[in-house]
């Protein structure tokens, strides 16, 4: 059975930094395009930045130079580290992880990152 977990959220002053753990059991992330998405109250979910196979990142241009994602191959987890955070950046963090070779993708439950002023 696959599992998908997020942790790490929480709540931070402007200016502050957290870091997110996406963790995967019952798979390998590795073979994943694993992603970060988040959701703000009433607007649609967004892709914030994302990892291929091949270790390629990518980012949104709001997050640009403040959020770094990172895996670990061995732990098959993800990480996203969040620096200079910004009221903007208050949403539900979701884990997604995409598996091209049997088109299934999984999602995790999400974990709430609350920036205040």
């Known amino acids: 059975q696959v599992q998908v977990e997020e942790s790490g959220g929480g709540s931070v002053q402007v200016g502050g930094s957290l870091r997110l753990s996406c963790a995967a059991a019952?798979?390998?992330?590795?073979?994943?395009?694993a992603s970060w998405y988040r959701q703000a109250p009433e607007k649609q979910r967004e892709l914030v930045a994302k990892?291929?196979?091949?270790?390629?990142?990518t980012y949104s241009d709001s997050v640009e130079g403040r959020f770094t994602l990172t895996r670990d191959d061995i732990d098959s987890r993800m990480y996203l580290q969040m620096n200079s955070l910004e009221p903007e950046d208050t949403g539900v963090y979701y884990c997604?992880?995409?598996?091209?070779?049997?088109?299934?993708?999984?999602w995790g439950q999400g974990t709430q990152v609350t920036v205040s002023s």
């Open positions: 997604k992880l995409e598996f091209a070779q049997n088109g299934r993708n999984y």
């Open positions: 019952g798979i390998s992330l590795r073979f994943a395009t």
């Open positions: 990892i291929t196979d091949t270790g390629a990142t």
